[in-house]
T-cell receptor, first 115, second 114 residues
Framework: ETGVTQTPRHLVMGMTNKKSLKCEQH?????MYWYKQSAKKPLELMFV???????ENNSVPSRFSPECPNSSHLFLHLHTLQPEDSALYLC??????????????FGPGTRLTVT | AQSVAQPEDQVNVAEGNPLTVKCTYS??????LFWYVQYPNRGLQFLLK??????LVKGSYGFEAEFNKSQTSFHLKKPSALVSDSALYFC????????????FGSGTRLQVQP
């Protein structure tokens, strides 16, 4: 295990539903990330949080709403999704240190299916 | 923007043979390069990284990668492949110079045949 957990592991939701994905890291890191992995596309960065502040939003539609209440927890709130949003959503964390680049540790992902 | 390219969608190799998974990069400044592996129904696992120093970087599970500045490449290698190495492999670079978020290649599926 990498020290990053994600729940649920699988989620099926209708286009009018509201659901949330949860990520928790047990590594003491101060940066967390959401990535989207679709079948036909490379991994796409969605959001970056550093010390609970959102530092990057990679032009993600507003139907995806992130929340980072503390440096250990990250949520992705979902509402009025489209079928093309079906994908594997991966959470990652890393230690941010000025001037240094550290590897990211990934959770197992949430497989989302939008019907 | 910084980027990496993985020219092969799939690599097939027989068990016990050496394997190479290719990656080329396009970055400004000093390159920071990563390799990750993804097993079925799992998240990505970090294998190794190049920051500076020796051009041959050793990582987890017997993998290593060779940094070649003149060819802008960072190929992943292993002297003797195992069936259990069959997985999806990703090369990555920081999205922007000095940023921590990563831009990934399209991935290469490695299939090791018994």
């Amino acid at each position: 295990e990498t020290g990053v957990t994600q729940t649920p592991r699988h989620l099926v939701m209708g286009m009018t539903n509201k659901k949330s994905l949860k990520c928790e890291q047990h590594l003491g890191h101060n940066a967390m990330y959401w990535y989207k992995q679709s079948a036909k596309k490379p991994l796409e960065l969605m959001f970056v949080y550093n010390f609970k502040e959102q530092t990057e939003n990679n032009s993600v539609p507003s139907r995806f709403s992130p929340e980072c209440p503390n440096s250990s927890h990250l949520f992705l709130h979902l509402h009025t999704l489209q079928p093309e949003d079906s994908a594997l959503y991966l959470c990652a964390s890393s230690q941010e240190t000025p001037g240094a680049i550290y590897e990211q540790y990934f959770g197992p992902g949430t497989r989302l299916t939008v019907t | 923007a910084q980027s990496v390219a993985q020219p092969e969608d799939q690599v097939n190799v027989a068990e016990g043979n050496p394997l190479t998974v290719k990656c080329t990069y396009s970055v400004s400044g000093n390159p920071y390069l990563f390799w990750y592996v993804q097993y079925p129904n799992r998240g990505l696992q970090f294998l190794l990284k190049y920051i500076t120093g020796d051009n041959l970087v050793k990582g987890s599970y017997g993998f290593e990668a060779e940094f070649n500045k003149s060819q802008t490449s960072f190929h992943l290698k292993k002297p003797s492949a195992l069936v259990s190495d069959s997985a999806l492999y990703f090369c990555a670079v920081p999205t922007h110079t000095g940023r921590r978020a990563l831009t990934f290649g399209s991935g290469t599926r490695l299939q090791v045949q018994p």
